[in-house]
């Protein structure tokens, strides 16, 4: 027991305190002085990122020392799931904060701190509840069945598979570079694009892509073709492998549809003649 709850008292303090850290920075550098809803959003956004760059290394280094995909262990994979769970937890009212902070941008809270009609609060509640109701879902999921699932049902086993879904995170530095990007009004830069590519890739390749990998990687080790592996394990890793790949294929779709309206061309405003027409 004290072995799993060091690493999740070390995630419990680095993840908020990244946060607060990068958050007090932007506020009180003489150079920045940024607003507070700035600050926290960023700030957030950088902690995601950080999170997702060690998770990804993490999982590299996993799935590459297993050479037996089914027996062999690493010592890291367990130490990073257990530091990733407070993560998880921080990071649903971290998401609160940014929301929060840009409803009261928006002008719906009280200005300057004044009183706020009664309920408002609740209203903000809700109102997040129901804009990132998926994403809560998922990280109450991450903690609340996947980690007891990774620590006590796998029992030492597949530890190159937690590694290859742990490299699920590589697109997120992308995702939170886009979202800054968007919150400063920079859609149509360069940056904003080549960013929005590499976030379509890594987002196809280390999210969608990664399941019928998996199944390609147990398929190869049992000797079974690929469309053989579903029928030959059993059904509720089926059903755990469809519920982690249904949102990553609403997300994915979210990104297609934003990387079409990013790439078209804009068409250009009709001339005061056609107008009159």
Same mark, same amino acid.
């Given at each position: 027991?004290?072995?799993?709850?060091?690493?999740?008292?070390?995630?419990?303090?680095?993840?908020?305190?990244?946060?607060?850290?990068?958050?007090? +920075?932007?506020?009180?550098?003489?150079?920045?002085?940024? /607003? /507070?809803?700035?600050?926290?959003?960023?700030?957030?956004?950088?902690?995601?990122?950080?999170?997702?760059?060690?998770?990804?290394?993490?999982?590299?280094?996993?799935? +590459?020392?297993?050479?037996?995909?089914?027996?062999?262990?690493?010592?890291?994979?367990?130490?990073? +799931?257990?530091?990733?769970?407070?993560?998880?937890?921080?990071?649903?009212?971290?998401?609160?904060?940014? @929301?929060?902070?840009?409803?009261?941008?928006?002008?719906?809270?009280?200005?300057?701190?004044?009183?706020?009609? *009664?309920?408002? +609060?609740?209203?903000?509640?809700?109102?997040?509840? @129901?804009? /990132?109701?998926?994403?809560?879902? @998922?990280?109450?999921?991450?903690?609340?069945?996947?980690?007891?699932?990774?620590?006590?049902?796998?029992?030492?086993?597949?530890?190159?598979?937690?590694?290859?879904?742990?490299?699920? /995170?590589?697109?997120? *530095?992308?995702?939170?570079?886009?979202?800054?990007?968007?919150?400063?009004?920079?859609?149509?830069?360069?940056?904003?694009?080549?960013?929005?590519?590499?976030?379509?890739?890594?987002?196809?390749?280390?999210?969608?892509?990664?399941?019928?990998?998996?199944?390609?990687?147990?398929?190869? @080790?049992?000797?079974?073709?690929?469309?053989?592996?579903?029928?030959?394990?059993?059904?509720?890793?089926?059903?755990?492998?469809?519920?982690?790949?249904?949102?990553?294929?609403?997300?994915?779709?979210?990104?297609?549809?934003?990387?079409?309206?990013?790439?078209?061309?804009?068409? *250009?405003?009709?001339?005061?003649?056609?107008?009159?027409?």
């Amino acid at each position: 027991m004290a072995t799993m709850l060091t690493p999740m008292v070390a995630g419990g303090v680095v993840f908020p305190g990244l946060f607060l850290l990068s958050k007090n +920075t932007l506020q009180r550098l003489p150079q920045l002085r940024w /607003e /507070e809803a700035d600050a926290v959003i960023v700030s957030a956004r950088l902690v995601s990122s950080v999170q997702a760059i060690m998770a990804s290394t993490a999982g590299y280094i996993v799935s +590459t020392s297993c050479k037996h995909i089914i027996d062999d262990q690493h010592w890291l994979s367990s130490a990073y +799931t257990q530091f990733a769970v407070p993560y998880f937890i921080y990071d649903i009212y971290a998401m609160f904060l940014c @929301h929060w902070h840009k409803h009261q941008v928006k002008g719906h809270g009280g200005d300057d701190g004044a009183a706020r009609a *009664p309920g408002s +609060t609740w209203a903000v509640v809700r109102g997040y509840l @129901h804009k /990132e109701f998926l994403m809560v879902l @998922h990280h109450a999921v991450m903690v609340l069945v996947c980690f007891p699932l990774s620590v006590v049902w796998r029992q030492g086993k597949g530890d190159f598979f937690l590694g290859c879904m742990l490299m699920a /995170e590589v697109s997120t *530095p992308f995702v939170c570079l886009g979202k800054i990007l968007i919150q400063y009004k920079q859609q149509h830069t360069l940056l904003h694009k080549v960013n929005g590519a590499l976030m379509l890739l890594s987002f196809l390749c280390c999210r969608v892509l990664l399941f019928p990998y998996l199944y390609w990687a147990y398929g190869r @080790h049992a000797g079974l073709p690929l469309l053989a592996v579903p029928l030959a394990i059993p059904a509720h890793v089926n059903l755990g492998a469809a519920l982690l790949l249904a949102p990553q294929l609403y997300w994915f779709f979210l990104i297609c549809r934003g990387a079409c309206r990013l790439f078209q061309p804009r068409s *250009p405003p009709p001339s005061p003649f056609q107008a009159q027409d």
